[in-house]
Nanobody, 114 residues
Framework: QVQLVESGGRLVQAGGSLRLSCAAS????????MGWYRQAPGKQREVVAR??????TYADSVKGRFSITGDTANVKVYLQMDSLKPEDTGVYYC?????????WGQGTQVTVSS
């Protein structure tokens, strides 16, 4: 069973930066999508950034501040987050799709203080 492990979440002040990392414990066949989602307290999980077939999309709230990069050969995905705001607070989840199977990480907490 392949697992995704995220790291890099922590408490940071508004305006600061964080880099989240996600690595798979094994190979994922037909890796065709990678991304980051987040879930704020009391809210539904939402997509933050996603790479699908080489095309990258971002949530409007993070455009110009966040950048996603994927390393399909090594099954890793990163999220560079700059100019962080308190509303970016939440649990961030890594996501990778292999064929028709979805893989999720356990989440890493990002807290942005004002």
């Amino acid at each position: 069973q392949v697992q995704l492990v995220e790291s890099g979440g922590r408490l940071v002040q508004a305006g600061g930066s964080l880099r989240l990392s996600c690595a798979a414990s094994g190979s994922i066949f037909r890796n065709n999508a990678m991304g980051w989602y987040r879930q704020a307290p009391g809210k539904q999980r939402e997509v933050v950034a996603r790479i699908t077939s080489g095309s990258t999309t971002y949530a409007d709230s993070v455009k110009g501040r966040f950048s996603i990069t994927g390393d399909t050969a090594n099954v890793k995905v990163y999220l560079q987050m700059d100019s962080l705001k308190p509303e970016d607070t939440g649990v961030y989840y890594c996501y990778i799709r292999g064929g028709i199977r979805d893989y999720w990480g356990q989440g890493t907490q990002v807290t942005v203080s004002s």
